[in-house]
C-alpha cells in the first residue's frame, strides 16, 4: 500500500486548506485511514480518523468542529478540510491506513501499518 499526501502549504492564521492522500490500493474500502500531524520536538498526535465505510468519524478535541475528514472509496482519496487554522496547526501532515484498527486503539498511530510522506502545513500569525 503505499499513500501520497499533498495539498500542504503556507496559510496565514483564520484560513483553510484541504489536505488529499491518494492510495494505490484497490481495496481502499477495507482500510481505516487517519490524519497524524507532527512538529519539531513533539510526538506525533492524532488528528482525525474515519473508519472504512465513511460512516464513523473521530476527531481530537483540538482539531474539533474546525476539521473534516472524509474519503471518496471510488478514488481511493482520503481528505481533510481544515478551516480556521491557527498558528499550533502548523505540523506535517501524515495520512495512515489499516485494515485491522480497533475503536479502542483508533487514535494510537502504532494502530497504523501504513504511512505516506507527509505534507508541510505552515500557518503564519
Known amino acids: 500500500v503505499q499513500l501520497q499526501a499533498s495539498g500542504g502549504g503556507l496559510v496565514q492564521a483564520g484560513g483553510s486548506l484541504r489536505l488529499s492522500c491518494a492510495a494505490s490500493v484497490r481495496t481502499f474500502n477495507s482500510y481505516t485511514m487517519g490524519w497524524f500531524r507532527q512538529s519539531p520536538g513533539k510526538e506525533r498526535e492524532f488528528v482525525a480518523a474515519i473508519r472504512r465505510n465513511g460512516g464513523v468519524t473521530y476527531y481530537a478535541d483540538s482539531v474539533k468542529g474546525r476539521f473534516t475528514i472524509s474519503r471518496d472509496n471510488a478514488k481511493m482519496t482520503l481528505y481533510l478540510r481544515m478551516n480556521s487554522l491557527n498558528a499550533e496547526d502548523t505540523a506535517v501532515y501524515y495520512c495512515?491506513?489499516?485494515?485491522?484498527?480497533?475503536?479502542?486503539?483508533?487514535?494510537?498511530?502504532?494502530?497504523?501499518?501504513?504511512w505516506g510522506q507527509g505534507t508541510l502545513v505552515t500557518v503564519s500569525s
Open positions: 495512515a491506513a489499516d485494515q485491522g484498527v480497533i475503536i479502542t486503539t483508533i487514535r494510537s498511530p502504532a494502530s497504523y501499518e501504513y
